[in-house]
């Protein structure tokens, strides 16, 4: 391609695989055709497609103008007041309270289901301890947990009061945890004691602990309590979470919020130096979270819906949270590993949740491979209807397995692809409607303007690889870097004159498909998540006897994303 032989493509695939139409009759979008009708219709006229998707939430008070765009900035939905967890709860529960909003299974087998009304009543009890711990509008609040429930009703008690929360994947460590609170300056840490891995017990506060002794803006920390084990606990900044849950009020109406009022901080890795504060806001990242959710997955009342990824990714905030609560889905969580107590554990929690809707990564389904097809074989797995696949390429074996074995040669792949940035899916076939081919995301959906283009801005021919950007603001973009608008500006938009631009190279093929190929820079993508080369560079050096180090990337069989030819 031009200006970067890095990423010349080698794949060719001519597997086409188009829905059933028995699936196809009962979808959203039936046809081909039909996205194709969609796709242009809001093409012509992007607000108003964008503020159509809008009306389906719950707005206090409706917006003034639909898009102000000056680029890089946007503010989606201006003069709306909204707010999150009113959407993913309180407007459910005249016709929805008794529906089983979460399944939950903890790694050692125990299984709790919340419904709708008890959801939001964890919730509002939960915003009522952060108010009650001098938590306001507009202060920020990290949360470091397990896989658990709690996770969700912390987020969204954050969301009712309009803290924007930073969740921090619990397997980072204390030097993540100290580099995160402090850019973002959180006043509150919510933690629990431990967590289930593999049989194991992962202990969480005293990392929290070891960071937050450098950490001069927290000054509460709540603890749940998960594994029972003996923790310290500080006088006069600790508190646990059950404790301030037995005396908390169940009534916290929801602040009304400015759409563009900031909802959650998401760090990611960037290409040199610290972690970026991705910044989502309120009414425009519900919109395409609640629209790309029903859309991509066929969403129907009655699915029993489960995505894999934890929280502390962005899939887990817009497809295990915000997304599928927004539409009163069933969402199941599963604390732990996939391979305990043995490698069947994903095949047994599908067939006795009856899960029809899964969404996982690549790397997940390797993994599954090597372990061999014996173990979903066990299991009866026809209870699912749509299947997913999320954070890098898939290799076509990879796919055809997954289509043979777990989606019976019944179900819809949906290979989306996304960013933490882009906050939600962007390219992704639509279940009913659109013929996949393995390992092509194939068409952006409507509303999102993508295309491949060289350095100079200039659109790439059929197969001509390039770079991938997005040409139209999206109301699920990221607004800004936290404190760093001017790293904002320069990361993503100053490469491509005019595009957002955010590292991936790809092809657009003779059917317009696109063909995520994966990161231009030295971002190195770990099992599905991004991590820099500075990132492993200084994990390195903090060892003793390291004085040096430098890291670049390289794939591997079982980790990285295999060509088909090698
Ligand atoms: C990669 C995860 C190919 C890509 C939601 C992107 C993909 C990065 C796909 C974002 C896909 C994600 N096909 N590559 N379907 N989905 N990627 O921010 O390189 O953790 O830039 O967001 O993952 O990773 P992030």
Same mark, same amino acid.
């Given at each position: 391609m031009a200006d970067n032989p890095t990423i010349e493509s080698v794949l060719t695939e001519e597997r086409v695989f188009p829905?059933?139409?028995?699936?196809?009759?009962?979808?959203?979008?039936?046809?081909?055709?039909? !996205?194709?009708?969609? !796709?242009?219709?809001?093409?012509?006229?992007?607000?108003?497609?964008?503020?159509?998707?809008?009306?389906?939430?719950?707005?206090?008070?409706?917006?003034?103008?639909? =898009?102000?765009?000056? #680029?890089?900035?946007?503010?989606?939905?201006?003069?709306?007041?909204?707010?999150? +967890? *009113?959407?993913c709860l309180d407007r459910h529960l005249a016709t929805k309270g008794d529906k089983t909003a979460i399944i939950w299974e903890?790694?050692?087998?125990?299984?709790?289901?919340?419904?709708?009304?008890?959801?939001?009543?964890?919730?509002?009890?939960?915003?009522?301890? =952060?108010?009650?711990?001098g938590i306001r509008t507009g202060d920020r609040v990290a949360v470091y947990m397990p896989l658990v429930p709690e996770l969700a009703i912390a987020i969204l008690a954050c969301a009712r009061i309009g803290a924007p929360h930073t969740v921090i994947f619990g397997?980072?460590?204390?030097?993540?945890?100290?580099? #995160?609170?402090?850019?973002?300056?959180?006043?509150?840490?919510?933690?629990?004691?431990?967590?289930?891995?593999?049989?194991?017990e992962i202990r969480l506060k005293p990392i929290v602990d070891e960071a937050i002794a450098e950490c001069p803006t927290v000054e509460s920390v709540v603890t749940f309590r998960r594994t029972g084990t003996e923790i310290e606990m500080k006088q006069g900044r600790d508190h646990w979470w059950d404790e301030l849950m037995s005396k908390a009020s169940a009534d916290c109406p929801p602040e009304h919020l400015d759409a563009e009022h900031p909802l959650y901080i998401l760090y990611t890795s960037g290409t040199t130096g610290k972690p970026k504060g991705i910044l989502h806001t309120t009414g425009g990242y519900l919109t395409q979270a609640a629209y790309s959710t029903k859309l991509v997955f066929d969403l129907k009342d009655e699915d029993i819906y489960w995505c894999?990824?934890?929280?502390?990714?962005?899939?887990?905030?817009?497809?295990?949270?915000?997304?599928?609560?927004?539409?009163?889905?069933?969402? $199941?969580? *599963?604390? &732990?590993?996939?391979?305990?107590?043995?490698?069947?554990?994903?095949?047994? /929690?599908?067939?006795?949740?009856?899960?029809?809707?899964? *969404?996982?990564?690549?790397?997940?389904?390797?993994?599954? /491979?090597?372990?061999?097809?014996?173990?979903?074989?066990?299991?009866?797995?026809?209870?699912?209807?749509?299947?997913?696949?999320?954070?890098?390429?898939?290799?076509?074996?990879?796919?055809?397995? !997954?289509?043979?074995?777990?989606g019976g040669e019944r179900c819809p792949i949906v290979d989306t692809w996304w960013q933490?940035?882009?906050?939600?899916?962007?390219?992704?076939?639509?279940?009913?409607?659109?013929?996949?081919?393995?390992? +092509?995301?194939?068409?952006? $959906?409507?509303? /999102?303007?993508?295309?491949?283009?060289?350095?100079?801005?200039?659109?790439?021919?059929?197969?001509?690889?390039?770079?991938?950007?997005?040409?139209?603001?999206?109301?699920?973009?990221?607004?800004?870097?936290?404190?760093?608008?001017?790293?904002?500006? $320069?990361?993503?938009?100053?490469?491509?004159?005019?595009?957002?631009?955010?590292?991936?190279?790809?092809?657009?093929?003779?059917?317009?498909? !696109?063909?995520?190929? &994966?990161?231009?820079?030295?971002?190195?993508?770990?099992s599905g998540h991004r991590l820099g080369t500075a990132e492993v560079e200084s994990a390195l050096v903090s060892h003793d006897s390291v004085a040096e180090a430098a890291v670049v990337g390289r794939p591997t069989r079982s980790r990285g994303r295999r060509s088909p030819h090698s």
């Amino acid at each position: 391609m031009a200006d970067n032989p890095t990423i010349e493509s080698v794949l060719t695939e001519e597997r086409v695989f188009p829905p059933s139409k028995d699936f196809a009759e009962n979808a959203y979008v039936k046809s081909f055709e039909e !996205y194709e009708r969609m !796709y242009s219709e809001a093409a012509s006229d992007l607000p108003a497609f964008w503020a159509k998707q809008a009306e389906a939430l719950d707005w206090f008070s409706p917006w003034e103008s639909v =898009l102000e765009w000056e #680029r890089p900035h946007a503010k989606w939905f201006s003069g709306g007041k909204i707010n999150a +967890s *009113y959407n993913c709860l309180d407007r459910h529960l005249a016709t929805k309270g008794d529906k089983t909003a979460i399944i939950w299974e903890g790694e050692p087998g125990e299984v709790r289901r919340l419904s709708y009304r008890e959801l939001h009543t964890e919730v509002s009890k939960f915003a009522n301890v =952060l108010k009650g711990l001098g938590i306001r509008t507009g202060d920020r609040v990290a949360v470091y947990m397990p896989l658990v429930p709690e996770l969700a009703i912390a987020i969204l008690a954050c969301a009712r009061i309009g803290a924007p929360h930073t969740v921090i994947f619990g397997g980072f460590s204390a030097d993540s945890i100290r580099d #995160r609170v402090n850019d973002c300056g959180c006043k509150a840490v919510v933690t629990a004691d431990g967590g289930y891995r593999r049989g194991r017990e992962i202990r969480l506060k005293p990392i929290v602990d070891e960071a937050i002794a450098e950490c001069p803006t927290v000054e509460s920390v709540v603890t749940f309590r998960r594994t029972g084990t003996e923790i310290e606990m500080k006088q006069g900044r600790d508190h646990w979470w059950d404790e301030l849950m037995s005396k908390a009020s169940a009534d916290c109406p929801p602040e009304h919020l400015d759409a563009e009022h900031p909802l959650y901080i998401l760090y990611t890795s960037g290409t040199t130096g610290k972690p970026k504060g991705i910044l989502h806001t309120t009414g425009g990242y519900l919109t395409q979270a609640a629209y790309s959710t029903k859309l991509v997955f066929d969403l129907k009342d009655e699915d029993i819906y489960w995505c894999t990824a934890d929280i502390g990714w962005v899939t887990g905030h817009s497809y295990v949270v915000y997304g599928p609560l927004a539409n009163a889905a069933t969402v $199941l969580m *599963y604390e &732990g590993a996939p391979n305990h107590p043995d490698f069947d554990r994903f095949w047994d /929690i599908i067939e006795r949740h009856k899960v029809t809707i899964l *969404y996982t990564a690549p790397t997940a389904i390797r993994s599954f /491979i090597r372990w061999g097809r014996e173990y979903p074989d066990r299991h009866d797995l026809t209870s699912l209807r749509v299947i997913g696949t999320v954070g890098e390429p898939i290799n076509p074996e990879a796919w055809m397995w !997954y289509h043979r074995v777990i989606g019976g040669e019944r179900c819809p792949i949906v290979d989306t692809w996304w960013q933490t940035e882009t906050g939600t899916i962007m390219i992704s076939p639509l279940p009913g409607a659109t013929p996949t081919i393995p390992g +092509s995301a194939t068409r952006p $959906l409507p509303g /999102i303007v993508v295309d491949i283009v060289a350095k100079d801005g200039r659109s790439a021919g059929t197969d001509e690889g390039g770079y991938l950007v997005v040409k139209e603001p999206w109301p699920s973009m990221l607004r800004t870097l936290w404190g760093d608008d001017e790293r904002y500006k $320069l990361t993503y938009w100053s490469e491509i004159d005019g595009c957002y631009f955010a590292g991936d190279g790809a092809r657009r093929d003779g059917r317009g498909y !696109y063909w995520v190929m &994966g990161r231009v820079d030295d971002v190195i993508n770990v099992s599905g998540h991004r991590l820099g080369t500075a990132e492993v560079e200084s994990a390195l050096v903090s060892h003793d006897s390291v004085a040096e180090a430098a890291v670049v990337g390289r794939p591997t069989r079982s980790r990285g994303r295999r060509s088909p030819h090698s």
